[in-house]
């Protein structure tokens, strides 16, 4: 079971309010979790932002909705009940849906009206017809999915068009920002092409360089693979250097052979395996060789500093 859209839980909810009376919208949580039959895992799904849970902050937009569309009351701060025209909505979802869908695109034209004559500043937080099923917080995350994504794409394209040896400077820039090597000055190095002996890089674990991690990179086009035999000679480069930590690095992909092959060495060599897309992430999640183009902050109501005040 996916986690229900906001438009999906607008008649459970009001259909539970209708039955229960005033309810806090905290206390909708593990009903409507019931019904829909979330696991905990989906029930505690946070957004990627860190602005709360996935679940909760749509359940809190379905009682926003029916609440603009006049169909709960708020007697309280975060309490809601089922006002009297919703009794004529109880038993039809599809005629539910389509009113709340109708009085939303209402008060969005009165809000546009409204700031196109000055008489509001800011934007209300409705949504466009064209993502109706999203909740704004959905549409931020979409937004903030979809920007990442094209900057990793961009992120391994401008690694294609690197040679190899500068990928294997990146590569140990990227593993010493990622904490290996922690504060040993030069801890990262890069071999020597012409004797690297199947090894392009090293990270010195401690001061003195007992503990090793050694380093492969491949620069192979995104349609190419790595295959089991490739690991397997990485394994024998591991022994020759007698170190048993390896982290092979390719811009393509594994195949499903070396990936088999690399969980299936019994412990005493340990080898990660890292592609393309998931070098990219690290890259742009370290932020190595990035900038931070924008700063979006978010604030909501400290529900502890407001609920210590008497309601009127």
């Not at 895992?41 to 849970?53: H, I, Q, R, V």
């Not at 009682?63 to 039809?92: F, T």
């Not at 690694?159 to 990262?188: A, C, F, N």
């Not at 090793?212 to 190419?224: S, T, W």
Request: a negative charge; charged letters at 25%.
């Amino acid at each position: 079971m996916t986690i229900p859209k906001y438009d999906e839980i607008i008649p459970h909810a009001l259909r539970y309010l209708a039955e229960h009376g005033e309810t806090r919208y905290r206390d909708l949580e593990q009903p409507l979790a019931e019904h829909f039959g979330l696991t905990q895992e989906e029930l505690d799904k946070p957004y990627a932002s860190g602005n709360g849970t996935v679940f909760l902050d749509r359940i809190s937009w379905a009682l926003s909705y029916l609440n603009m569309a006049n169909l709960v009351e708020k007697p309280g701060r975060g309490i809601y009940k089922a006002a009297p025209a919703a009794e004529s909505y109880l038993e039809d979802d599809m005629a539910l849906r389509t009113f709340v869908r109708q009085k939303a695109a209402e008060h969005t034209a009165r809000k546009q009206r409204e700031r196109e004559q000055g008489e509001v500043s800011d934007a209300s937080p409705m949504l466009t017809e064209s993502a109706e099923h999203l909740t704004p917080q959905d549409t931020l995350n979409a937004a903030f999915d979809a920007i990442r994504t094209e900057t990793l794409e961009n992120i391994l394209d401008t690694i294609l068009s690197k040679s190899p040896y500068e990928l294997e400077k990146l590569v140990v820039k990227l593993l010493g920002r990622m904490g290996y090597g922690g504060q040993i000055k030069d801890s990262g190095q890069v071999t020597q092409a012409s004797n690297d002996g199947g090894i392009d890089g090293i990270i010195k674990e401690d001061v003195l360089g007992f503990g090793r991690v050694h380093i492969q990179v491949k620069r192979y086009a995104r349609d190419n693979s790595v295959g089991r035999e490739d690991i397997q000679g990485f394994v024998g480069a591991l022994a020759v250097a007698q170190s048993n930590k390896g982290v092979f690095i390719t811009t393509s992909r594994f195949t499903s052979g070396a990936k088999e092959y690399a969980r299936s060495l019994n412990g005493s060599t340990h080898v990660v395996l890292i592609d393309g897309m998931e070098l990219a992430r690290h890259i742009y999640d370290y932020g190595l060789g990035m900038q931070v183009e924008q700063v979006i902050e978010l604030k909501k109501l400290d529900a502890d500093f407001w609920d210590e005040m008497k309601d009127a």
